[in-house]
């Protein structure tokens, strides 16, 4: 836990230092409240948003997003790449199907003692 509360520190510190033009997603602008968090999270590849465009910054966020985030944000892009992920996409709970986008996060998340199942 103290692991991820420093990487939320990191990244708010990280947000607001950071200065952007235009926001990657058409329903992210100015009044947003975390907008450079938002900005600066997808100019480093950890966040995509949504097919349409959109971040849906209103919408609670999803375990499986977040584990995401946290395993895209805390490893180097160069070694952690998508092959080495794709090790991870088992079926290590009974309800995380391998097929799915998620799995690899949630099952590396697992085998790393960041999760535990009922």
Request: hydrophobic share 35%.
């Amino acid at each position: 836990m103290k692991k991820l509360l420093s990487l939320a520190i990191v990244l708010s510190m990280l947000s607001t230092s950071t200065a952007f033009a235009k926001s990657p997603f058409k329903d992210v602008d100015d009044k947003e409240v975390y907008k450079k968090g938002i900005e600066l999270l997808a100019e480093k590849g950890i966040v995509n948003g949504h097919p349409d465009g959109s971040y849906k910054p209103e919408e609670t966020l999803k375990r499986a997003e977040l584990l995401k985030i946290l395993v895209e944000a805390t490893y180097d892009k160069e070694l952690f790449n998508e092959e080495y992920l794709n090790n991870f996409a088992e079926n290590c709970f009974d309800d995380v199907d391998a097929e799915e986008w998620y799995s690899k996060y949630v099952c590396y998340a697992k085998d790393h003692d960041w999760v535990k199942g009922y």
